[in-house]
């Protein structure tokens, strides 16, 4: 089980890479030499936070991706969701069908308290923060 993605890990040393550099738009071009990342890997990477609001797009000459919003406003969870959709542990899944004993689950109770530390955590990571503890 993996709780961060490649993408999610990949988007997320783009956002800090914009943040220590906001002052400017990036090409992709650009970005992929700089963090070596593979340019296609690293475009459906932008566009898909672009999507979800976090980055902006700025096209023709000189175009390319700048942050949508403040570094201290992007949070890790925040980021997770773009590429993974909604945090959640456990689906308590069987044969397509939610189990029947979701209500007197004690191991389900225990995943879903679980389950909201691991989302305030990352809640509380932000990439301003990322950005000021390398400085």
Not at 49 to 75: M, P, Q, T, V, Y
């Amino acid at each position: 089980m993996k709780l961060i993605t490649k993408d999610t890990d990949y988007g997320i040393i783009a956002l800090k890479f914009l943040a220590e550099n906001r002052e400017k738009t990036y090409s992709v071009s650009d970005m992929a030499k700089v963090l070596d990342v593979p340019k296609p890997f690293l475009r459906k990477i932008l566009q898909k936070l672009a999507r979800a609001g976090i980055l902006r797009s700025h096209k023709g000459k000189g175009g390319g991706f700048s942050l949508g919003i403040e570094a201290k406003d992007i949070n890790v969870l925040d980021v997770m969701a773009a590429f993974q959709g909604n945090f959640e542990l456990s689906q308590c899944v069987l044969n397509k069908k939610v189990c029947p004993r979701i209500p007197e689950c004690v191991l389900r109770k225990k995943i879903i308290y679980i389950q909201q530390l691991l989302q305030d955590e990352l809640k509380g990571i932000n990439i301003g923060q990322l950005v000021k503890e390398e400085e």
